[in-house]
């Protein structure tokens, strides 16, 4: 009987969790077994209820259509979501492995250096694989993968198009603010030869037409 107790505690140890059947003929032995019964089960459930919280966790971190990374204090990745994977092509074996490892970006591995120095977060734009990624690099306390205590938080979004936009605005701006400013000055230069008497009262009728005529410029 005692064997079996013995063979129950190593597999709880081991993370295996079973019912054990309460067949010894001494009473003592079937209280500790059902004792370890009871806690093989709570034990198991509350492993399977860690396991759908990660499980959603994931899904909800997968759904931000942004890339999520955690950095311990060595810089090592402690947990990367679907989006920073596919950014960075990161697979299992990147977990526990240095910034350098993965990501070849100089700003960003220099960001997750300093935020981890001076805990000051940090936001800037990278390019990458054609892309413009927004990047906020925050400093953190929190356990990831592992159970490796993480200290810094990447978030990336893919804001090509909107920059892209930004990038089209400003250029259509800058050219209409160039386009006016050449009839805006003819049309102020007459208006103050008006006004200064420099332009004489016969030749009203023909300054008016040239403001006219700047003015459909515009």
């Not at 198991?44 to 999520?68: N, P």
């Not at 977060?121 to 990278?126: E, L, Q, T």
């Not at 050219?175 to 007459?190: M, N, V």
Request: aromatic share 8%; charged share 25%.
């Amino acid at each position: 009987p005692w064997e079996k107790v013995k063979r129950g505690l190593k597999n709880l140890s081991q993370g295996e969790y079973q019912v054990m059947a309460l067949t010894s003929p001494y009473e003592e032995i079937n209280d500790l077994l059902h004792d370890m019964n009871q806690l093989n089960l709570e034990t198991d459930e509350y492993l399977r209820a860690i396991e759908s919280y990660q499980r959603q966790l994931q899904e909800i971190l997968d759904e931000l259509k942004q890339g999520v990374l955690l950095f311990d204090e060595k810089e090592m990745l402690v947990y990367c979501n679907q989006d920073a994977s596919n950014y960075f092509q990161l697979t299992e074996d990147a977990y526990g492995k240095p910034a350098y490892y993965m990501i070849r970006n100089l700003q960003l591995k220099d960001a997750i250096h300093h935020v981890n120095q001076d805990a000051q977060n940090r936001m800037f734009d990278i390019q990458h694989q054609g892309k413009t990624l927004e990047t906020k690099v925050f400093h953190v306390h929190t356990e990831g993968t592992h159970n490796m205590q993480a200290t810094v938080l990447v978030l990336m979004r893919d804001v090509t198009f909107e920059r892209m936009i930004e990038s089209i605005k400003k250029d259509f701006f800058s050219h209409a603010s160039h386009e006016l400013k050449s009839p805006l000055t003819a049309i102020k230069g007459y208006a103050e030869l008006i006004e200064l008497g420099v332009i004489k009262a016969t030749e009203h009728q023909q300054t008016s037409h040239k403001i006219v005529k700047q003015a459909d410029m515009t």
